[in-house]
């Protein structure tokens, strides 16, 4: 009987995994092709540091803003857990008007300062230059992707990830389209370099929001949810997705702080160090973003289970999707242990970066294979309101050892990108252990 209910609950989690991950690969997918795209340019090494500086400010800066996809997410799952359709829409609606109000201000202010952000974290003058080129016009996208933020919050809350899977496919393959026209001047464009890859990213971001209208537009989630008929903003609402959003926000911004300066690191090393650096944070993407989609099963399960007052089912799914996820993250973890160059000559043939990435690659696909506990039982957390648990835990670690650490032995006790890479471990291992016996042994009461 308990293999027939696994069975059940696997297939259940699969059943909102998998969209998800799908979704969430094509991203993955796209970063991969971009950094192929980046790293055959002349003086590839300048473009790749380059890259990594300015994908990793621009997740930094839009991540303060998209957690705000985890309290439409959160609020939108306990509401469909106890069948309040109205509910579900009002918060989609506040959600848009006030991500959208959000997003112009930040982009207007970034866009502003692109070239400062990335002259201050670059170690040298050229790939500041470059970074800042892609900061520029990637700024410009972030109204656009705010908008599809909350409606990503909302379509997972209610279960239904294959819309983000249609819209990550949609998107990302017009993001390489477009890629590949500005970087190398194609189809009758001008050739722009790694400018083209920020701009290109803005317009398929614009493309996604368009979809996503669309799908609210046009199907029956318009009579069922009566999101049209409520479109206003409700301050209460506000209040409560600012309540698990904020935690999330610094979570994320620290985060992202934290590997920035990590690249930052491993550029006082060299500029070779820093670009091998960023190909291995590409090759990370196959394990990480779909430990997201799982991230995302688990969020949207126990706020269901929350919502409907059903705590036992609530943790029993959230360790359900850690054993999937981690089953995953094994396989992965295998791959880059025993062919790192060949995955990262899928990216790049620069034969000398290859060579400094490979020993790196080989420590961090140990480290990852214990990111799906961190990964998959923090959105429990999140969903049964321990974000702010979860944010403190992530910040002290990440900038309080993570980031120290990496210094300490690959600048100041001269091991180079090897020691900065060894610290990886360390740091999952910890957050994963933090995160795993609040989740066991935590106060549900409260939830």
């Known amino acids: 009987m308990k293999k027939i209910l696994d069975f059940k609950t696997h297939s259940f989690i699969l059943k909102i995994a998998l969209p998800a991950i799908a979704g969430l690969s094509t991203q993955m997918v796209v970063s991969l092709v971009d950094t192929a795209m980046v790293g055959r340019l002349s003086e590839a090494k300048y473009a790749l540091a380059a890259m990594g500086l300015g994908v990793l400010a621009t997740w930094a800066i839009v991540s303060f803003f998209s957690s705000l996809a985890t309290g439409t997410h959160v609020l939108v799952a306990r509401s ?8 579900c829409g009002l918060v989609l609606n506040t959600s848009l008007i006030f991500s959208f109000i959000i997003g112009v201000f930040v982009s207007l202010i970034f866009v ?5 952000i990335a002259n201050f974290f670059a170690a040298d003058p050229k790939v500041g230059a470059l970074a800042g080129d892609f900061l520029y016009y990637r700024f410009m996208g972030i109204p656009f992707f705010l908008l599809t933020v909350s409606y990503r919050g909302f379509f997972f809350g209610i279960g239904n990830t294959k819309v983000f899977m249609f819209s990550g496919i949609i998107a990302n393959l017009l993001n390489i389209i477009f890629n590949y026209a500005l970087i190398y001047g194609n189809f009758g464009a001008s050739q722009m370099g790694l400018a083209g890859a920020g701009l290109g990213s803005t317009m398929a971001t ?3 929001a368009l979809f996503y209208f669309s799908v609210s ?4 989630n318009k009579h069922k949810y009566n999101y049209f008929k409520n479109f206003y903003l409700n301050k209460s609402i506000i209040k409560e997705i600012l309540k698990i959003s904020l935690p999330v926000s610094f979570q994320n911004v620290f985060i992202l702080i934290g590997f920035l300066s990590f690249i930052a690191i491993t550029g006082l090393i060299g500029t070779t160090e ?9 090759s990370l993407f196959i394990s990480i973003l779909p430990c997201f989609g799982f991230g995302i099963a688990a969020q949207t399960l126990v706020g269901n289970a929350v919502g409907s007052g ?4 609530a943790k029993h799914y959230g360790f359900a999707t850690t054993k999937i996820a981690t089953f995953y993250t094994i396989l992965v973890g295998i791959l880059f242990i025993v062919f790192p160059r060949f995955v990262l000559y899928l990216i790049t043939t620069e034969k000398e970066i290859v060579d400094i990435a490979a020993p790196a690659l080989q420590i961090a696909g140990f480290g990852q294979i214990f990111y799906a506990v961190g990964v998959v039982l923090s959105n429990g957390l999140q969903s049964c309101g321990e974000s702010l648990y979860v944010m403190i835990s992530e910040v002290i670690l990440n900038c309080f050892v993570f980031v120290p650490a990496a210094y300490f032995l690959g600048v100041y006790m001269g091991y180079g990108l090897t020691g900065a890479w060894v610290t990886l471990p360390l740091y999952v291992i910890i957050y994963s252990t933090v995160i795993f016996v609040k989740f ?6 409260k939830c």
């Open 217 to 220: 537009a046009f199907t029956s």
């Open 112 to 116: 502003a300062f692109s070239y400062d």
């Open 206 to 208: 614009i493309c996604d």
């Open 310 to 313: 059903k705590i036992t089912l």
């Open 80 to 87: 469909h857990g106890a069948r309040d359709n109205n509910r």
């Open 440 to 445: 066991k042994y935590g106060d549900w009461k």
């Open 274 to 282: 820093q670009a091998a650096s960023q190909l291995v944070v590409s």
